[in-house]
Nanobody
């Protein structure tokens, strides 16, 4: 499986960006998908995840109410709509695939994910 993230860029505080993650090599339909981010000098952190069916979503407290994760299984693509961006959202964003298919439980540990995209840089200016 290869995950290709895109959509990052430079935006002013309060602006919006939409990240996309397209998968090739294997369908994502059976897997929880998520986004992590890593800011300069900081540890990687969980941002959001979506269940394999798309019925349930999960967010870090820091982005809840501002970010929305979604998926289009027909296109094998996952999205992250980011609104109300803040300078502290500046980071490289990675899309990820959970290791176990049809998994239901917690989703915020990076060790649960086996495939990582190359990352896309989001820079929010103040």
């Amino acid at each position: 499986v290869q995950l290709q993230a895109s959509g990052g860029g430079l935006v002013q505080a309060g602006g919006s960006l939409r990240l996309s993650c397209a998968a090739s090599g294997r369908t994502l339909n059976s897997y929880v998908m998520g986004w992590f981010r890593q800011a300069p000098g900081k540890e990687r952190e969980f941002v959001a995840a979506i269940s394999w069916s798309g019925d349930s979503t999960y967010y870090a407290d820091s982005v809840k109410g501002r970010f929305t994760i979604s998926r289009d299984n027909a296109k094998n693509t996952v999205y992250l709509q980011m609104n109300g961006l803040k300078p502290e959202d500046t980071a490289v964003y990675y899309c990820v695939r959970l290791r176990r298919p049809y998994y239901s439980g917690t989703y915020d540990s990076s060790r649960q994910y086996d495939y990582w995209g190359q990352g896309t840089l989001v820079t929010v200016s103040s």
